[in-house]
Each structure stands twice: as structure tokens, then as C-alpha cells.
């Protein structure tokens, strides 16, 4: 057996579970994405109609389509530098030589992101409760003021991304502290000979060196907070007044509550082309300065 017929042999299970399990409901999405599929259609396959991008255009037009995107662009223009923020600052700690219990604190940092999403969901809901939540619970025996936290409009989406990038930093953690272990010490070393400042070392050693990682960190940071859902499904269900409703909550909304099947998959793609764009534009925003 030739190595051309050899590596087809490999990967023809794993392209007949990606065509399967992958391409075919990509495809039949967009299909369905063109039609009227509702709940009459369920019921009676000859009530579906092919509307062609009428689906589209009508999302377009809907002030909620629009305020889920704000919502969403919102969490992520907030989120995604918190998170980096905070994954980088805890991977330069644990990196350091001074650092003690390594592994117990990787671990624990760790933890949040192999928990279960509406398990911490639900615990954190109870926390920032009005009543009874240890936060306002805390912050009255302090004599400072309390606050609606998930009922009030303009605290909720806040409470929202502080849980999800308490949620995720960890991950992002453990990216970064590869990146800085392949980072020479040698360096380090010269620059401090040199009389560099921990700043200067940090901008321009640290930074350029970790710039293919922090790239491809922010991309897979972005594409996540992209798909905000399981947040705000658990803590608030989309309120208080809609104003936690993302792009994929809409969607899973107008497919699973309202069972229009047909706009479900134009809210899905929509989100598609956005995340594309932006990821793109990620791209050729890391490449500026470099050598062609």
C-alpha cells in the first residue's frame, strides 16, 4: 500500500464523522435558513416554502435582532480584554521563580473551566442575589448601598461578563504560561544586565515574543464570547427588559421557544459572517509590521 492510499485509509473515519456530524447540519441549516420552517411545516412537510432571504430580511428589520447584537458586542469589546488581562496576569505570576505551590494554583485556577456552566451559573446567581446574596450581604455590613445585580438593566450584563471571565480565564491561563516558558531566559538575563525595568522587559520581550500566542488566544476569546448563551440563559433567561439577550439566545429563542426553525438558522448564520469578518480582521491586524 502506497502513503497516498495509506493516509486515506487514516482519516476517511474521521471525514465520514466530520461530513456527518459537521458539514451535513452546516448544509441543511442553510437550507432550512431560505425556507419557512416552522412549527406548521413539523407538522406537515407541504407547509414549507422557500422564501429565498426573506428570513434575513426580516431579522434586519427587528429592533431585537439589533439589540441582542449590541448586547453581544458589548460583552465581548468588555469581556475579551478582561480576560486576557486577567489570564495573562496569572500566568506571569504562577511563571514567576518566586511563585510557591505552582501546581496547587494552576489547579485551582484551573478548576472553574471544567465545572459545569449552569452548575457555577446557578451558585452565582445566589450571590449576587438582591435578598440574600453574600455580595450585597457584604457590601451592607460595609454601610456601602446594595444592588440589584441581575434586576437591574444596566448591572446585569456587567454581573454577566465578571462571571464569564471567572469562568474562562483559566483556560487562556494555561496558554500563556506555555507561551512564557518558551520565552528564552536568556533574555531576560541581557536585559537586566542592561538595566532594563520589569516594564521595559515586560513590552519588549514579553509582549512581542508572546505575539503569536496572544493572537491565536484572542481569536478563540473572541469566537467564544461571540457565543454568549448558557449565561444568561441560567443567571437572568435574557432580562431584566431584554437587556441580556445576546444573538444566541434570539436564536435559540425563535427556534426552540417559538419553533421558527427557518429564522433561527438566518440568526445563526448572520452571527457566522460576523465572527468570520471579525476574525479576519484580527488577522490582518497581527500581520501589520511584518516582513512580506
Given amino acids: 500500500m502506497n502513503t497516498t492510499r495509506a493516509a486515506w485509509v487514516f482519516i476517511t473515519p474521521a471525514l465520514i464523522v466530520l461530513g456527518l456530524f459537521f458539514l451535513l447540519p ?3 441549516a442553510l437550507v432550512l435558513s431560505v425556507t419557512d420552517y416552522d412549527l406548521y411545516a413539523l407538522a406537515d412537510i407541504r407547509n414549507l416554502r422557500f422564501v429565498a432571504l426573506e428570513n434575513y430580511w426580516t431579522l434586519l428589520q ?8 449590541g448586547h453581544t458586542v458589548y460583552f465581548v469589546v468588555v469581556g475579551v480584554p478582561l480576560s486576557l488581562g486577567a489570564s495573562l496576569g496569572a500566568a506571569m505570576l ?3 521563580p518566586l511563585a510557591r505551590f505552582k501546581p496547587f494554583f494552576r489547579t485551582a485556577l484551573f478548576a472553574p473551566v471544567v465545572t459545569t456552566v449552569v452548575a457555577v451559573a446557578v451558585i452565582w446567581r445566589y450571590l449576587f442575589n438582591t435578598k440574600y446574596g453574600l455580595v450585597n450581604y457584604t457590601l451592607d455590613s460595609i454601610g456601602m448601598p446594595t444592588v440589584d445585580w441581575l434586576g437591574d438593566p444596566h448591572w446585569a450584563m456587567p454581573t454577566i461578563i465578571l462571571f464569564a471571565v471567572w469562568k474562562n480565564f483559566g483556560y487562556n491561563m494555561i496558554i500563556f504560561m506555555a507561551g512564557l516558558q518558551a520565552i528564552p531566559g536568556d533574555l531576560y538575563e541581557a536585559a537586566r544586565i542592561d538595566g532594563a525595568s520589569a516594564w521595559a522587559q ?5 509582549l512581542p515574543m508572546l505575539k503569536p500566542t496572544m493572537v491565536m488566544v484572542g481569536i478563540l476569546t473572541v469566537s467564544g464570547y461571540f457565543q454568549l448563551f448558557a449565561e444568561p440563559y441560567v ?3 435574557g432580562g431584566p427588559l ?4 445576546s444573538v444566541l439566545y434570539l436564536m435559540y429563542e425563535e427556534g426552540f421557544k417559538w419553533w421558527n426553525l427557518g429564522s433561527a438558522s438566518a ?6 459572517v460576523i465572527m468570520f469578518v471579525v476574525t479576519a480582521a484580527m488577522l490582518r491586524l497581527s500581520k501589520r509590521g511584518e516582513p512580506a
Fill in 26 to 28: 452546516v448544509v441543511a
Fill in 62 to 69: 427587528r429592533p431585537l435582532f439589533w439589540s441582542a447584537l
Fill in 94 to 96: 504562577l511563571n514567576s
Fill in 202 to 206: 515586560f513590552r519588549h520581550i514579553t
Fill in 235 to 237: 443567571m437572568t433567561e
Fill in 242 to 245: 431584554q437587556s441580556t439577550t
Fill in 267 to 272: 440568526v445563526a448564520f448572520i452571527l457566522f
